[in-house]
């Protein structure tokens, strides 16, 4: 067969596929349109500029309740968890060997450890906390990292506000992309 003829082949078959796929859609209806209330429930990005954050304020000294009910089982009393993932505090990035990763010693953004405690912890109930729940636990878990005092008001504004150790530990390489 020439490249030509091949060429050809090719290209009804796709046609066919394209037909087909098209059809499908068509007739196939799948599943039910996502509501705006739906979609909220993922719209949950809060950004080291303070974007995102929903309203409300805690102190660490309220966050003691929540973190030992509902987060001490898997990150132990003291935040130095029951395995090597769910270790929050310690460590030291300038450490000679493989550095202990944690909230403290790792993570750039203050901002980061409100979003992620609230998208995905506690790991046995993702989301089941009120927004002020995860401002208060954020704030003890920095406390546990000595990185603000007990009865330090965390918010929106504060919480960005805070240098984390590692702050300046990453190359920003967002111009590359
Ligand atoms: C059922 C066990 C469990 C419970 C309860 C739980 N966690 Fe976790 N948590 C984990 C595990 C496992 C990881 C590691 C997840 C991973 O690496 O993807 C983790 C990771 C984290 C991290 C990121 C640590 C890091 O340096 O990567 C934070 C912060 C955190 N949890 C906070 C909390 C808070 C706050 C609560 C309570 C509201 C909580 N967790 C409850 C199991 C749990």
Known sequence: MSMYRKLLVLLSAGACLYTLTVGAQETV??????TEEQLEGFDLIAEPDGSGFPSGSGTARQGQAVYEA????????DGSGNSGATVLVGGDM????PPLKTVGSFWPHASTVFDFIRRAMPADAPKSLSNIE???VTAYVLYLNELVDLDAVINAETLNAIVMPNADGFIDQSHLH
């Open 70 to 77: 509902r987060c001490a089982a898997c990150h132990a009393l």
């Open 94 to 97: 300038q450490s000679e060997g």
């Open 29 to 34: 209806r799948l599943g039910t349109p996502v």
């Open 134 to 136: 995860v401002y208060q």
